[in-house]
């Protein structure tokens, strides 16, 4: 029987924990991280509130300077030329490839591949473009590109940990992590990979979340306890986060091979595109709509068998509205239960989809439903959003994630068959 690809490791850094322990507790208990924050330091600005990642401070211009937490076993001479997220991301890497069984020999045959999400780093861009700029434009920093440009989590990654598969970037903002996970299960499925191992991280400073104000997206709401509130009728913007996360997605015959155990099978994928408009979604979500049927036809399943919904849900009016006409539209009178994780974590953007696919892992592991955070009063009475976490075991979990120009992307997991 040919089985889906199993999932083999997870890695985190972020804002509710940087180890599966640590975030399968703040999840079953709904403990979020969200904290007080002020971005640029002495300026009173209307963002006040962010997931600031505990232990890290990458915030020097100097990365010599940078400090991790000690359990994290990094060499400086491979952190130094990357830009802030790649630290997050080689911890998260470090975690996974250990809980997979994976060392430096299985990478140098060409059987395991490496695809990475990140929006680059907007702040070591700045600074490198203020030095440039200041030299006359005669004097560029040799890591000024491969530390700042989108691409550069598989630069780093794919070179450290020797990489001799397929190795790529990718970019459409908030669907970014889901995007190199759906790709990489069609690279297993396809025989190209044995194995892929999916990174994605973001920075969390003011370049990165600053410019957000633009549009209006970020919450002004200076109440660390109700600041990120998915689907609350008085949600006004999401918190933003960095981190980093790591997913080891393997043949599910080469896992057994070697003795691994499998976390969880995935089990389809779907995308489409709203077709809309650059950063607004469609009011009726009808990309994302899209995606979760084609992710349903895929996996060949039918919509009352998905026991759990984990929605983009990133607490922005009439982002957090349109998903919920969708998931209505291709549920209806099935109503799993429905939650956004990011009243916990923020939104991590290109990070978030792949952050809450391995969340989705550790809520079918552990058998519970999570609750949704800091709901009090919905505006969206087609969903089925429990308060409190459930313990209830699942077969099937969905992943949901969306980004700017109508991009979705969903994923499809079940229980582990070994």
Not at 329 to 351: E, N, Y
Request: proline share 6%; charged share 15%.
């Amino acid at each position: 029987m040919n089985l889906a690809p199993v999932i083999t490791g997870l890695g985190f850094v972020s804002r509710i924990g940087h180890s599966r322990a640590e975030v399968m507790r703040a999840l079953r208990e709904l403990r979020h991280g969200i904290a007080p924050w002020q971005a640029v330091p002495g300026v009173d600005l209307p963002t006040k509130v962010a997931g600031i990642l505990c232990g890290f401070d990458v915030s020097d211009a100097n990365p010599a300077a940078w400090i991790w937490p000690a359990e994290f076993d990094l060499d400086p001479a491979v952190v130094q030329p990357m830009p802030p997220s790649g630290v997050y991301a080689l911890a998260a890497v470090r975690q996974a490839l250990a809980e997979a069984g994976l060392a430096g020999a299985d990478f140098s045959d060409g059987s395991t591949g490496l695809y990475c999400a990140s929006g680059g780093s907007p702040r070591f861009q700045f600074q490198h473009f203020k030095k440039l700029e200041a030299s006359g434009w005669r004097r560029a920093h040799p890591h000024a590109v491969v530390s700042s440009v989108a691409g550069a989590l598989n630069f780093h990654l794919g070179a450290a940990l020797g990489i001799r598969g397929a190795c790529c970037g990718f970019s459409s903002a908030c669907a970014s992590g889901s995007h190199a996970l759906g790709f990489a299960l069609d690279e297993i499925r396809l025989g190209r990979q044995q194995r892929m191992i999916v990174v994605a991280a973001e920075d969390l400073n003011a370049e990165s979340a600053l410019p957000f104000t633009g549009m209006g997206a970020l919450s002004e709401n200076p109440d660390p306890d109700s600041a990120s509130r998915p689907f609350d009728r008085e949600r006004d913007g999401f918190v933003p986060t960095g981190g980093g996360v790591a997913i080891v997605l393997e043949n599910a015959a080469s896992a057994a091979s070697r003795g691994i155990r499998a976390q969880a099978a995935m089990a389809g994928w779907g995308q489409a595109c709203d077709g809309h408009h650059i950063a607004m979604p469609h009011p009726e979500g009808r990309g994302i709509a899209d995606a979760m049927r084609l992710a349903l036809l895929d996996a060949k399943l039918a919509p009352e068998l998905v026991g759990y919904i984990n929605a983009h849900g990133t607490s922005t009016p009439q982002g957090d509205r349109a998903e919920a006409v969708a998931i209505d539209s291709v549920f209806g009178k099935w109503r799993p239960p429905v939650s956004s994780t990011k009243a916990l974590t923020g939104h991590a953007l290109s990070m978030s989809g792949l952050l809450e696919a391995a969340l989705c892992v550790l809520a079918l592991e552990g058998g519970f439903i999570p609750g949704q955070a800091h709901l009090a009063e919905t505006d969206c009475p087609e969903l089925n959003l429990p308060r409190h976490t459930a313990d209830h075991p699942i077969e099937i979990a969905m992943n949901n994630s969306s980004g700017f120009g109508g991009s979705n992307v969903v994923h499809l997991f079940s229980k582990s068959q070994s």
